[in-house]
């Protein structure tokens, strides 16, 4: 499975951004799929995840401010960031995942896709 995650740039605070994540698997709408952060000098964090039932999970600090959806047709999984603050600033990355466990765990994951940055000024 090959993901490739696209979409990031820089906005200022209280702007929006869509990330798209697109999957190279041909059972995508099989996999959970997640989306990450990581800031420099920090680990990277849960942000959000979609179970391949369409169930969705989010990081306390992004709830109420960001989606996540999927598209299987399109075999892409998107994550809409509304009201963005500076602390958002981060490499996002997508994840794909087939096994159990916790949606909100690196370890779930076994495919990820390289980073795309977002950068939010204040």
């Known amino acids: 499975v090959q993901l490739q995650a696209f979409g990031g740039g820089l906005v200022q605070a209280g702007g929006s951004l869509r990330l798209s994540c697109a999957a190279s698997a041909p059972t995508f709408s099989n996999y959970d799929m997640g989306w990450f952060r990581q800031a420099p000098g920090k680990e990277r964090e849960f942000v959000a995840a979609?179970?391949?039932?369409?169930?969705?999970s989010y990081s306390n600090s992004v709830k109420g401010r960001f989606t996540i959806s999927r598209d299987n047709a399109k075999n892409t999984v998107y994550l809409q960031m509304n009201s963005l603050k500076p602390e958002d600033t981060a490499a996002y990355y997508c994840a794909a995942g087939y096994s159990g466990g916790s949606y909100n765990t690196i370890g779930k994951y076994e495919y990820w896709g390289q980073g795309t940055q977002v950068t939010v000024s204040s």
């Open positions: 979609i179970t391949w039932t369409g169930l969705r």
